[in-house]
């Protein structure tokens, strides 16, 4: 009998019940905030490009810092691209890949099903709060 990491190997298809599969590691990147926030905006602005500046400016909160970290993780992944002009100083352009744009469906439904269900989320973990601070004799 052949094991199931062994089939998902032969297919070409990750299993995320296996410990060594890339796939856990490919949705923690994908599943934070940031990438859908870049992806977000880039999938706004296609099929233009979008310059380093705009994408913060459009994404609150996000540092220089986590924003390029984000943006490498895109590309290196395949899912953006990103063209300099030979300027001074160089203007750096963001732009998602057709793998990219394929990514926008599934992660906006995931912002919406959170946007629409936050209150409720919120709500319960304020009762579990409250809970946890009776029981532990607070």
């Not at 994404?59 to 984000?70: A, E, F, N, R």
């Not at 099903?113 to 009762?127: L, P, S, T």
Request: glycine content about 6%; some cysteine; proline content about 7%.
């Amino acid at each position: 009998m052949t094991s199931q990491p062994a089939r998902s190997a032969r297919s070409g298809r990750g299993d995320l019940f296996d410990p060594e599969c890339p796939t856990r590691r490919l949705l923690d990147r994908i599943g934070t905030k940031w990438t859908s926030m870049a992806v977000k905006v880039l999938a706004e602005a296609a099929p233009h490009e979008v310059r380093f500046a705009e994408l913060r400016r459009r994404m609150p909160g996000i540092s220089q810092k986590m924003l390029s970290v984000t943006l490498h993780s895109l590309i290196r992944d395949g899912l953006a691209a990103r063209r300099v002009e030979p300027t001074v100083p160089p203007r750096v352009h963001y732009r998602l890949t057709d793998l990219g744009s394929s990514l926008e469906v599934p992660l906006a439904a995931l912002r919406a099903w959170a946007e629409e269900h936050m209150a409720q989320i919120d709500h319960v973990n304020k009762i579990s709060d409250t809970r946890d601070e009776v029981q532990s004799g607070q």
